[in-house]
């Protein structure tokens, strides 16, 4: 579970970049975070995860607050940044062994680990190589398995299907329905309106900071009395005034 | 033409030279000014001695009539410390640097990158050449009350003269780096090629300091020098030899002599950069092309590696093994970092290799040792030298710097911040120890040491490599330089790197100063240096693991 309260927080004090932001991402459940360019999405993840501190508001990760007890709370999640070009020069094996040790993840689960994930992501090939030769998708892949890899209760993505071939987004997003499934928390922004429709228990919707709605797929139709497309309501509710 | 002058607006503007522009507005650029300034302050003394130096000088060789010297001499070494430098900078502006990737895509002809990056590198070398040359100038001009014309011509010199060293030094790294384009393994080549380089601009710069030395007995130089009139700027030849007009004209600026040679030297000059054009617009592509790709296998791992590779470690070495592979792997870093650390034996080992004469002096130096006072200034030493060191790989002072844009990775990574700069520190206490120990080596095999000394010397040099890994990466805390586009930037053009030289000389010197001061025995020099540094390296432990976490907080990623 994910939880925001009254979250601000601006650029160089000009910029408000998140704006009274409140929040709560039960567990077993998936919730799509949208929003147009700029919007504060991935400021908003990386609050979360403890990459920016906010000027006010708190912030709770299964009930653990990150500013408190920060070690604790970064144990409970997994995060996929939105730019996967890091860790370049390490190989791809290295890489996922680092963030294992980084969450104290033992060896012989480690190993069972990475061999189930390198098959479902078809990178076995890869994993001998520096991770500079990786294409964007494989990146991408391989970020992904350095968080499946400690196996977090609670899944922070910011636009994780970017790249990803069909087959590796299927493989995701089944793995995403399976881990909400288990009870466990999905939290990921995209720009892709069918997937969020599609895979999503909740969606919220963010525009120029301000949360401008959050709730379930037929509570948005129902809130806009229509049986419209996400993308036309979503148009709708991001439109300029 | 006009596509030149852009580009190097741009990548000037991109440079961010002194460090001085600001990156994010914020409290944060004060400090950044601070220590821009403070480190001038640094360098004010050392300006101030060679002008004064110079005006000395000047007064002394004017007597026989051959001041000329002081600027030959100024202008010779500026160009020798233009070219060397001038090696690293090709390597990082013309080949390292991100922005290759964002022009090749670009309409543009291979000549006007080239012209722009080597524009923007000369920007670099007046950095050198100011607190090296312009003393010496503005020394001369007071000494000899020289004119408006000298001042002149003196700016003018100074900007045209670092063209030619620099473009050897182009050209050099040019020829090797056009080979990584037919190496496989591209990273591994271009680290290579980058010792290559290195190496050559030793080997030649022996080899004018060697035809300099000993090409004149010392009796022609007498006699040359008795002639007067400024005779020995005449013999100023060599690779740099277009020097001598600079220095005629200077000499003879009131004259119509004086700026006909100005108009010779920049002549000169522009003869070499229509060449270097020329030959860059066939060579410098086939050693750009290609720069980001790395090599790849794509071989299925076997059961046997998974099982190796994925042994359990504790967090702190898992941490530290991964920074130090970063080092290695990447090229700048390796080159700037990591490589030295192998390389103290051999430069210890060449001169002496070249001069034969000079072992039996070492030889002397071996009875001096042995004498108690002898080996008290030899521990002195290896302590202040481990220290220094330490600090010239600059691992320490630019572990955060080096994250750059990946900062993000330390904020959510479960991984305490104590943790995180222990290993970092760690890395650099580890490349410090290979090089100390590299340098105790070598100098064991040439040195008659007694055993003993050796071991003192290494443990008091474990003091002195905490210290300065401790403190620079204090300093790169405080100062964290996160905004770079090529690696070479994070640890070379990062003055944390130089302020941390400054502080691992001056701090360790104190207790090298007393002792000698002093006359302390070997034991006591050790206690001295035990005690204090014992000192001093646990309280920054204690300030790195409280300040210093808080400053690791307070980073904005
Ligand atoms: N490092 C930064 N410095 C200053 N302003 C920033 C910075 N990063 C983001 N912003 C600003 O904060 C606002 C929100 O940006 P954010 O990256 O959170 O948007 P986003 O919703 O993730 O957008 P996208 O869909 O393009 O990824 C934007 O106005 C952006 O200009
Ligand atoms: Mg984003």
Known sequence: ?241 | MNRYIILTRIMLKNLNLLNLRPVKSGKSNIKRILITLLIFAAFLPMMLGIGNLAMSGYHVLSEIRQEGMILGIGFSLSSLAVFFFGIFYVMSFFYYSRDIESLLPLPLKPSEILLAKFTVTLFYEYLTEAIFLAPILTGFGIASKAGPVYYLYSILLFIALPILPLIYASVISMSVMGFTGLAKNKDRFRIVGGIAAMILAVAINTYITKLGSSSMSARELQELLEQGNNSYVKTMSGIFFSNRFAVMALLNSEALKGFVNLILFVLICILFIMLFISLGESIYFKGVAGMSEASAKRRMFSEMELERSSKQKPTLSAYTIKELKLLFRTPAYFMNCILMNFLYPVFIMLPLLIQPDEMKELQTLGTYIEDGRGSAVVLAAAFGISAFITSTNGIAASAISREGSNIFTCKYLPVSYKTQIMAKALSGISMGVVGTLSMLLAAAAFLPVPAYLLLLSAAAGSFGIVFSSFAGILIDLSFPKLIWDNEQKAVKQNFNVVLNMLISILIPGIPIFISIALRFTVWMTFLAIALIFGILDLLLYSILSTAGVRLFERIDA
Not at chain 1, 86 to 101: C, I, S, T, V
Not at chain 1, 131 to 145: A, D, E, L, T
């Open chain 1, 1 to 241: 579970m994910i939880e925001l309260v009254n979250v601000n927080k601006s650029y160089s004090g000009i910029v408000k970049a998140v704006d009274d932001l409140t929040l709560t991402v039960p567990e077993g459940q998936i919730v799509g975070f949208l929003g147009p360019n700029g919007a504060g999405k991935t400021t908003t993840i990386k609050i979360i995860t403890g990459v920016l501190t906010p000027d006010s508001g708190s912030i709770t990760i299964n009930g653990i607050d990150i500013r408190e007890r920060p070690l604790d709370a970064k144990r409970q999640f997994g995060y996929v940044p939105d730019n996967p070009d890091m860790f370049l020069r390490l190989k791809g094996m290295e890489y996922l062994n680092f963030m294992a040790d980084m969450y104290n993840v033992e060896s012989s689960l480690r190993m069972r680990r990475i061999q189930e994930l390198s098959e479902s992501f078809e990178m076995e090939a890869a994993l001998n190589d520096q991770i500079q030769s990786y294409s964007h998708g494989m990146r991408q892949k391989i970020v992904i398995m350095g968080v499946l890899i400690h196996d977090p209760s609670v899944w922070i993505l910011d636009e994780p299907m970017t790249g990803l071939d069909p087959k590796s987004s299927f493989t995701l997003k089944e793995m995403m329905k399976n881990h909400a499934a288990a009870g466990k928390t999905v939290f990921f922004s995209t720009h892709v309106l069918e997937v969020a429709e599609k895979l999503c228990d909740k969606v919220a919707i963010i525009n120029k900071g301000k949360l401008m709605f959050y709730g379930t797929m037929d509570e948005i139709r129902e809130h806009f009395r229509s049986n419209e497309s996400l993308e036309k309501i979503f148009l709708e509710l991001t439109e300029n005034e």
